[in-house]
């Protein structure tokens, strides 16, 4: 059984490439090897865990890793399903340093035998975005019709769309392909803008690979099942269909997936019309939530999607299907929740229209619908003009009379307006350098900070990241990689400095899943039980274990946190905070004591508030030697 990982190293701007091995002695897998090399290389690298091919489930996660353009700071994203054909190239991890001279596709082929076939083709990529199923799709198109009949089976290809040529939060898309047809399953490294690094930064629009079968070294659902039966007194597949069952369809809720399960348990802690909602009372809320929520929007998504079981994976055998559709259209909450009320938008036909132009042009949906509710919400207050963001129409964003279609539609269509200004560098909108410095440029003149309305963390001098979308104070901890589950997005409160360190114990856990290359809606048993497995099969449970604890502690002393730039975030925090005790009724003397310290002086209580989380982060971070 192999105890190394096998890197392929290719530079674009010369077509060299070269294969390079790293033992177990140090790195185990596609995180803490990629790390290592972005920090020595500058590298972006695709690499899949030492499960890959396994029969283990969601054990083909594509993991990214590298300097994220958003961020500015090492970074961690993936994808689900596309290890699964990456692991027949042989090859543990692509590594990509130097840049290509023109945008082009890098193909990748190993039709048996142990050699890679290498090529760097230029491309003419903007003419493609604009042609076909335009953006992502028509390139993913035109890579499968150039290039999918040179492989014995069938490749999986990862593309790039305009929001990776002209923005810093540009994803990196890809589908099943099954018997020579392009799927419409669309899965992504979305967090992190990788596709705006693979681009600018290494010139390659597009990676088409594939190869003949690798036959994996762990196949056997006998031992696995023994394993499982150990620990659990369940076989492999009992216990992962009890593990994924919200994904799947939660038959308490009557509803599936993460739109479903997140949607119908919101009640009073909806958040809409760019966070606005946190200001209202809890029964404003809760009306909002039952009349455009539960009666409409969540009401079509269970009608079409979850009573038409249009369900779908990621392009690996799982038995979540977590990927809920309706037709092309993939439903997934953070999305939808981004693009969608936090947007004013409450109908599916509306989200469905924002969401699409959003993917196809390749951005970040997170990002990409937080950015778009700030604008929406900077026009409707009048700080910002229709001119000044290139747009034609205002936001309907009155609550009283709000029809939940037509007003929904026309919001939609605002955002699409705002997508195209922002890849068009419209009126004011020239977001190459980020947002934190677009504001600051130009609420200069202005008496106001625009990003005083944006709900973001910040990083170092320029980075930035929408938060994931749950109404928590865990979202905004100053951790070293944010925007992902690498921290405590629980709703109870716990106290500060305990936040930290809980967010901290949760890097690691989530730290055990990327380096396994396995999808987190797995975690209920594969974050316990797999660093058995590596026990038995290799003999380094506890090696591994402790290189965990070392790549966690080297991501955090490359920490620099920036505490809370916008007043909503504060905001945001606080009434979190407030909600507790006048909704939910905690009377927790420590809850209490920080409520008074807000009422106070809430500047203060927020700046001891978050230095807090950040003793309790480093506190459980220390170098490891």
Known sequence: ????????????????????????????????????????????????????????????????????????????????????????????????????????????????????????????????????????????????????????????????????????????????????????????????????????????????????????????????????????NLKLAQKDLEATSKYRFDEKLGTGGTLGVNFTTMGGKIMAFNYRTIFDSEDQRLQMHRRFIVDHYLKQFNEETIAGRQQANCGEPCVAACKKMNGPYKKDYEPYQTMGPLCGIFDQRAAELLNHHCDAMGFDAISCGGVLAWLMDLLDTGKLTREEVGVTRMPRWNVDGFERVTDSLHNAELGVELIDAILARRGLLDFREGIRKWSRIHSTGRGVALHDSFVYTAFGRRGWMVPNQYWVAGALAPMTIMGKYYMVYSGEFIAPRELGRKCAERLKSELILDNLGICRFHRAWAEELLPEVIGSLYGCRDEFLRAISVLASRLNSHNCPVFWESQRDIDYVHTFLLRKREVEGDQSPELLWWLEKFAADRSEAAKEFWYEMLKGINESLVDIF
């Open 1 to 232: 059984m192999a105890t190394h990982q096998k890197v392929l190293l290719v530079d674009p701007s010369t077509g060299f490439y070269k294969t390079v091995k790293y033992g177990f002695d140090r790195y185990f897998g596609p995180v803490d090897l990629g790390i290592h090399l972005a920090d020595k290389k500058n590298s972006l690298n695709f690499g899949v865990g030492i499960f890959a091919g396994s029969i283990f489930p969601g054990s083909n996660r594509l993991v990214v890793t590298g300097h994220s353009p958003c961020w500015q700071g090492l970074y961690v994203s993936s994808m689900g399903g596309a290890g699964l054909v990456f692991n027949n190239l042989g090859i543990n991890m692509l590594s990509l340093v130097g840049k290509a001279p023109a945008p082009s596709v890098l193909y990748l082929n190993r039709n048996h035998g142990e050699v890679i076939e290498v090529e760097v083709v230029p491309i003419p990529v903007e003419e493609i975005w604009a042609g076909g199923r335009t953006g992502v799709y028509a390139l993913t198109d035109y890579v499968h019709e150039r290039f999918g009949s040179r492989f014995e089976k069938d490749p999986r290809i990862l593309v790039c769309g305009p929001a990776a040529l002209r923005t810093d939060m540009g994803a990196i898309m890809s589908v099943p392909i099954a018997r020579g047809k392009v799927g419409l399953v669309d899965t992504w490294a979305g967090r992190g803008g990788f596709g705006s690094a693979m681009l600018q930064q290494h010139g390659i629009a597009a990676i088409i690979y594939g190869g003949t079968v690798v036959e994996d070294d762990f196949r056997d659902r006998t031992v696995a099942d023994q394993w499982f039966q150990d620990k659990y």
